[in-house]
């Protein structure tokens, strides 16, 4: 009918803005908690399933914790994570014909059987490069202070130092 600003017109109200602004808040809230609740068990990984709300683990009907061995993406939920461990071990073995042979320095024959495991997990491989980075550092730093002059344990056997 009419253009006028009466009752009827095509104005949105503040009520329909308002309700719309509070369904886009809700649904991206929704989105935001729900991609919080997937988590990654990667290969060579078992984890156990933790309640970080209620914080207890993932019990089977007998009583004991749940182990999730297959890797990939899991909904766990909100509050939830996968606690992870490494299931990749290498065992190195150094006896029978792989054994190790040398000779001392009085040309005596010696021969070692050993074997050792080894967790190659690869976690701690950057703190231990920063710690190594650092000892090299200090190395440097007391050389320097040092004049010239070696420490003990550094190769030379002990001795001075000739220029």
């Given amino acids: 009918m009419g253009k006028g600003r009466g009752k009827g017109g095509d104005e949105m ?21 729900l991609s919080m609740g997937f988590q990654t068990i990667e290969t060579n990984v078992v984890a156990f399933h ?19 061995t297959s890797p990939g993406l899991e909904f766990v939920g909100p509050g939830h994570r996968f606690i992870s461990y490494s299931t990749l071990e290498q065992t190195m073995n150094f006896e029978g014909n792989k054994k190790l042979v040398g000779r001392t320095s ?9 074997s050792f495991q080894v967790s190659n997990s690869g976690k701690g491989k950057d703190e231990r490069d920063e710690r190594d980075e650092r000892d090299e550092r200090e190395r440097r730093g007391k050389r320097e202070e040092g004049g010239g002059r070696r420490e003990e344990g550094e190769s030379g056997g002990g001795g001075t130092r000739r220029n």
């Fill in 13 to 33: 109200g503040p009520a329909v803005i308002g309700c719309c602004c509070f369904c886009a808040t809700a649904v991206i809230t929704m989105i935001v908690v």
């Fill in 50 to 68: 933790y309640d970080g709300n209620a914080m207890t683990l993932e019990e089977d009907p007998n009583g004991g914790p749940v182990l999730y």
């Fill in 106 to 114: 009085d040309g005596l024959e010696i021969t070692i059987d050993f």
